[in-house]
C-alpha cells in the first residue's frame, strides 16, 4: 500500500514538474466554486441555480487538464517514439488518478451544496450529469492533445467551447450542448436526452482516444 501512494506520489510529483504552476488551475477554479457557494444567499433560488452553473462550468471542464500537460510531452522535443509505449502503457492508470482526483472534488462540493441548502436539489440529476461530464471532458481533453499535438490549441479549443456556453447559456451555437442551465427534475424529458445523448459522446470521444494513443508513432507524427 505505501509502495502504492509513493507511485502515485511520484507520478503527480513528474506532472507537477511538466505542468509547472499551471497544475493548480482544477484546484484554483474548485476553490473558487467554494467560496462563490459559500458566499451566496440561502433563500436565493436564482443563487442556488447560479452555485450549480458556476461549478459545472469552470471546474468540472478542466477534468482533463493535468492529463493534457502529461500527454503533450510525446509531442515535444522529438522524443515521440520512446515516450509513446510509455504513455500508451500507462493511459489507463493515468486516467484514473484524475477522475479519483475530480470526483473527489466533486463529492466534497456537493457536501458543501447539501450543508448550505438541500441534497435533493443536485440529486439525482445534477449528480449524474456532474458524473457524466467529468468523463466527457476528461476524454475530449485527452483526444484533443492526441489529435491536435499542441497543449495550446487544445486548450484554446476547451476554453472556447466552454466560455462560449456559459456567455450563451447553451443557445444559438450549433454543437453540442453539455451543461444544465435550469433547474433539474426527473420529469424533465429533455434533460433525460441530454443525459443519454453525453454517454454517446463519452463513447466515441473514448474511443477516439484509444485508438489515437495505439497508433504507432510513426504514423501519428508528420
Not at 507537477?16 to 467560496?35: E, R, T
Not at 503533450?72 to 482526483?101: H, Q, W
Request: charged letters at 15%; proline letters at 4%; glycine letters at 4%.
Amino acid at each position: 500500500m505505501t509502495k502504492k501512494l509513493e507511485n502515485l506520489y511520484f507520478l503527480f510529483k513528474i506532472d507537477f514538474k511538466q505542468a509547472g504552476s499551471v497544475f493548480f488551475f482544477p484546484a484554483i477554479m474548485w476553490l473558487v466554486s467554494v467560496l462563490q457557494l459559500i458566499m451566496q444567499n440561502p433563500q436565493n433560488e436564482s443563487d442556488r441555480l447560479n452555485s450549480i452553473i458556476l461549478f459545472q462550468g469552470i471546474y468540472l471542464p478542466f477534468a482533463g487538464w493535468g492529463l493534457m500537460y502529461r500527454l503533450k510531452e510525446i509531442y515535444e522535443d522529438g522524443a515521440s517514439e520512446t515516450l509513446f509505449p510509455y504513455y500508451r502503457s500507462n493511459l489507463i492508470i493515468d486516467i484514473s488518478r484524475y477522475l479519483s482526483i475530480h470526483f473527489i472534488g466533486t463529492m466534497i462540493w456537493c457536501l458543501f451544496f447539501s450543508m448550505k441548502y438541500s441534497f435533493a436539489i443536485i440529486w439525482p440529476i445534477h449528480m449524474i450529469h456532474f458524473f457524466l461530464i467529468t468523463l466527457l471532458f476528461m476524454f475530449l481533453g485527452t483526444a484533443l492533445i492526441l489529435i491536435i499535438k499542441n497543449i495550446e490549441f487544445s486548450l484554446t479549443v476547451l476554453f472556447v467551447y466552454v466560455v462560449i456556453e456559459l456567455a450563451t447559456l447553451g443557445e444559438y451555437m450549433p454543437w453540442p450542448h453539455v451543461f444544465i442551465f435550469r433547474p433539474a427534475i426527473m420529469e424533465d424529458i429533455q434533460l433525460i436526452y441530454k443525459l443519454i445523448s453525453i454517454c454517446i459522446y463519452i463513447a466515441i470521444l473514448s474511443f477516439t482516444t484509444l485508438f489515437l494513443i495505439k497508433k504507432s508513432p510513426d504514423h501519428s507524427i508528420k
